[in-house]
């Protein structure tokens, strides 16, 4: 079955560690996106990728990193420096089609919810 | 500015009551397109429509329905005879055309939470 999957579903962190949530999809998808989503504040964009090797910000980057060396996987590292990590991070892929993203829907994984102890 | 406002936070109804999710949007482009999400219990987004800029179109399928008025620059989402496997959080989002948007970055709502009773 075609998807994304996002491990692990629950992750717990203590202060000034860093850890990594994998995505991997296998739907051949060109662009891979990364979002937080809080309580009331709906989902809001950390990074995304278009293309293997290449990124961009969104809106909320900062204390975020993430890589894309291969096309069906776009981890994300939450550092030390994301002051207030814990949350739900959803990670989604599109296709490109007819030289654009911006008409593609977007299909989501299931999240993985991180806790700060 | 681009924004995507939902401004009912919560809404509660009993099973085959109609009911519907209001979405108002902000956006700087001529082209654009309007999506709408289904987030239950267990997290995953599930996609349930997308609506380009030209076409104002009203769409049904099933028991969902969708009114796309420009003029309000509203989208909003009805449901029919409402069941409670209908509960769940409901997003509404935009994207922009290719010119402000090459990254096809969505621009979501805060979401409405939907409740149905048996």
């Known amino acids: 079955d075609g998807g994304i999957t996002q491990s692990p579903k629950y992750l717990f962190r203590k202060e000034g560690q860093n850890v990594t949530l994998s995505c991997e999809q296998n739907l051949n998808h060109d662009a891979m996106y990364w979002y937080r989503q809080d309580p009331g504040q709906g989902l809001r964009l950390i990074y995304y990728s278009q293309i293997v090797n290449d990124f961009q910000k969104g809106d909320i980057a900062e204390g975020y990193s993430v890589s894309r060396e291969k096309k069906e996987s776009f981890p994300l590292t939450v550092t030390s420096a994301q002051k207030n990590p814990t949350a739900f991070y959803l990670c989604?892929?599109?296709?490109?089609?007819?030289?654009?993203?911006?008409?593609?829907?977007?299909?989501f994984g299931p999240g993985t919810r991180l806790t700060v102890l | 500015a681009q924004k995507v406002t939902q401004a009912q936070t919560e809404i509660s109804v009993v099973e085959k009551e109609d009911v519907t999710l209001d979405c108002v949007y902000e956006?700087?482009?001529?082209?654009?397109?309007l999506f709408w999400y289904k987030q239950p219990p267990s997290g995953e987004l599930v996609f349930l429509i997308r609506?380009?800029?030209?076409?104002?179109q009203n769409e049904i399928s099933g028991r969902y329905s969708w009114n796309f008025q420009k003029s309000t620059s509203s989208f909003n989402f009805t449901i029919t005879a409402s069941q409670v496997v209908d509960s769940a959080v409901y997003f509404c989002a935009l994207s922009e055309g290719r010119i402000y948007n090459q990254g096809g970055k969505l621009i979501f709502g805060q979401g409405t939470e939907l409740s149905v009773k048996p």
């Open positions: 956006t700087r482009d001529t082209t654009y397109y």
């Open positions: 989604a892929s599109s296709m490109l089609l007819a030289g654009q993203l911006a008409y593609n829907e977007q299909f």
């Open positions: 609506r380009n800029s030209f076409d104002e």
